[in-house]
């Protein structure tokens, strides 16, 4: 089984400080993880994807992710968060062999105040 | 471009109806897909489809019946809703087989079962 842990329901930074928002994984194999992020009232928007090769992965509007095999992580980063990077944050997670579904993360909400 | 397009937006049901969500998707995508959010349990698969007339279960199907009869469209229907359907549903699509590849989410429907 595949699983993904989000430990903060909440992530809260003042804007213009760097962000991180955690994520772990659990699966059997070597896996594709992803980010994607969803603003009120609206669908899943893809941000960043890991497949393999460097294990720093740039995506969107500013946002990067580091691929820790050993401590299982991909923790999404930023160096200067926005006001308007508030928004709900979900990793996923997938093995990269044979079939498998996606399987997403609770999700963390990110908080920027001005 | 379209996208993926989900109806209805809002949908408020009594308990025992039978309901129809729709999904719509205009990229020729091979793959379709179904989550339910829910607070606490983010995204959760309902059933996929890796083409017209070939779908599969997800981690939470009871309840659910889905079709596809042409590439593009994806309904999903509770045949007899019952309150704790009660969610966001979340249609995706993504391009092919290849489960690298990002999935793409439609704008949601909201459901309430009374």
Not at chain 2, 4 to 24: A, D, F, N, W
Request: net charge positive.
């Amino acid at each position: 089984a595949q699983s993904v842990a989000q430990p903060e329901d909440q992530v809260n930074v003042a804007e213009g400080n760097p962000l991180t928002v955690k994520c772990t994984y659990s699966v059997s194999g070597n896996p594709y993880l992803f980010w994607y992020v969803q603003y009120p009232n609206r669908g899943l928007q893809f941000l960043l994807k890991y497949i393999t090769g460097d294990n720093l992965v740039k995506g969107s509007y500013g946002f990067e992710a580091e691929f820790n095999k050993s401590q299982t992580s991909f923790h999404l980063k930023k160096p200067s968060a926005l006001v308007s990077d508030s928004a709900l944050y979900f990793c996923a997670v997938r093995r990269n062999s044979g079939y498998s579904t996606l399987t997403f993360g609770k999700g963390t909400m990110l908080l920027v105040s001005p | 471009d379209a996208g993926i397009t989900q109806s209805p937006r809002y949908k408020i049901t009594e308990t025992g109806r039978q309901v129809t969500l729709m999904c719509h998707q205009t990229w020729s995508h091979s793959y379709m897909f179904w989550y339910r959010q829910d607070l606490g349990h983010g995204l959760r698969l309902i059933y996929y489809s890796a083409a017209a007339d070939i779908t599969d279960k997800g981690e939470v199907p009871d309840g659910y019946v889905v079709s596809r009869s042409k590439t593009e469209n994806f309904p999903l229907t509770l045949e007899s809703a019952t309150r704790s359907q009660t969610s966001v549903y979340f249609c995706a699509s993504r391009v092919d087989s290849r489960s690298y590849n990002e999935q793409f989410f439609g704008p949601g429907t909201r459901l309430t079962v009374l």
